[in-house]
Nanobody
Framework: VQLQASGGGLVQAGGSLRLSCAAS????????????MGWFRQAPGKEREFVAA????????SYADSVKGRFTISRDNAKNTAYLQMSSLKPDDTAVYYC????????????????WGQGTLVTVSS
């Protein structure tokens, strides 16, 4: 599975962005295989941290406390794409955002994800 993250950019505090993660090579959901999706982020000088995850069916979602109520993860299996809608952005949300695919449910540890996108930079100005 190849993942391509996009949608990052510069936004003012309080603004919104929607990140996309397009998959190719394999479908994210099919009769014989399926992938749960996660979003992680890494700010300068910090470790990569969990942001949100969604199961293959989209029925279960999980969020980091720091983004709960502001970010929404979703997916469109027909388009083989996952999304992260980010609202009420804060300067602390500035980071490179990565999408990942795995088969361990809404895992919060990056080690449970097998495939990773290249990252997209989100910069929130104050």
């Amino acid at each position: 599975v190849q993942l391509q993250a996009s949608g990052g950019g510069l936004v003012q505090a309080g603004g919104s962005l929607r990140l996309s993660c397009a998959a190719s090579g394999r479908t994210l959901s099919s009769y014989d295989t399926g992938y749960d999706m996660g979003w992680f982020r890494q700010a300068p000088g910090k470790e990569r941290e969990f942001v949100a995850a969604i199961t293959e069916s989209g029925q279960i979602r999980s969020y980091a406390d720091s983004v709960k109520g502001r970010f929404t993860i979703s997916r469109d299996n027909a388009k083989n794409t996952a999304y992260l809608q980010m609202s009420s952005l804060k300067p602390d949300d500035t980071a490179v955002y990565y999408c990942a695919a795995g088969t361990r449910g809404v895992a919060r540890s990056s080690s449970w994800y097998r495939y990773w996108g290249q990252g997209t930079l989100v910069t929130v100005s104050s």
